[in-house]
C-alpha cells in the first residue's frame, strides 16, 4: 500500500493490489475517526476526469453522511474497509511522511 496523495485534516488517497482507497478524516459530535471507502468505478473514473476536487467532494460527503451513526441512511455505511486496511495504511503513511521530510531536506 502506498499513499497516492492527502488533503490535511480531510483525506489520504492509497493504492493497493491496483485499488484505490479513500480516508476521510470524519468526526460527529466530540468524536473523530476515520472511514476508509474502497473506490468502485464511478467515483475511479470521477477522480480521474476531476482530480483532487472530486476526492474533496467525497470525502466531505462521508463526513455529513455520519456513516458510524446508528440512525444514519448514508450510502457509505457498508462501504467502511478500515478495519481491513489500518495497519497497512498507517505504515504508508508513516513511510510517505518519512519521505516527504528526506524530500524537503535534501532541496
Known amino acids: 500500500m502506498k499513499v497516492l496523495d492527502s488533503e490535511s485534516w480531510a483525506w489520504f488517497l492509497f493504492e493497493h493490489d491496483g485499488d484505490l482507497l479513500l480516508d476521510a478524516h470524519c468526526s460527529m459530535s466530540a468524536v473523530s475517526y476515520s472511514f476508509m471507502i474502497r473506490l468502485n468505478g464511478e467515483e475511479r473514473t470521477r477522480y480521474l476526469h476531476e482530480g483532487r476536487s472530486y476526492l474533496s467532494s467525497l470525502a466531505h460527503a462521508i463526513h455529513y453522511s455520519v456513516p458510524i451513526s446508528k440512525n444514519t441512511d448514508s450510502i457509505y455505511q457498508n462501504r467502511d474497509v478500515h478495519n481491513d486496511f489500518a495497519e497497512l495504511a498507517l505504515t ?16
Open 92 to 107: 504508508a503513511i508513516k513511510d510517505w511522511r518519512a519521505h516527504t521530510s528526506q524530500s524537503a531536506a535534501d532541496e
